[in-house]
Nanobody, 122 residues
Framework: QVQLVESGGGLVQAGGSLRLSCAAS????????MGWYRQAPGKQRDLVAA???????NYADSVKGRFTIFRDNAKNTVYLQMNSLEPEDTAVYYC????????????????WGKGTLVTVSS
């Protein structure tokens, strides 16, 4: 079965950086689109960034220029490099996967990780 395991979350000061990782198993990783979503307390889960199997990317406006999504197909892992973090970035970050890029950017594909918490202090 498909498993997505996130890591790399933690506490960081505003202006700092973190790199999240999502290790995938049980799937043909290179053929799937991958994405990162986040959910802050009391808010809905929103797309942060996504990357297609071919390497096309999509970002939320709020993170453009600060976050970068990239993938290593040899390691079955997708990353989210987060720079210039702001308190508003505090949320649980979820990894998402699907064979359809459209599904990943359109609210989430079939497979979800359990999430990793990112807390940005001011």
């Amino acid at each position: 079965q498909v498993q997505l395991v996130e890591s790399g979350g933690g506490l960081v000061q505003a202006g700092g950086s973190l790199r999240l990782s999502c290790a995938a198993s049980g799937m043909a990783f290179g053929l799937n689109a991958m994405g990162w979503y986040r959910q802050a307390p009391g808010k809905q889960r929103d797309l942060v960034a996504a990357i297609s199997a071919g390497g096309s990317t999509n970002y939320a406006d709020s993170v453009k220029g600060r976050f970068t999504i990239f993938r290593d197909n040899a390691k079955n892992t997708v990353y989210l490099q987060m720079n210039s973090l702001e308190p508003e970035d505090t949320a649980v970050y979820y990894c998402n996967a699907d064979s359809s890029f459209r599904s990943v950017i359109g609210g989430g594909g079939n497979y979800w990780g359990k999430g990793t918490l990112v807390t940005v202090s001011s």
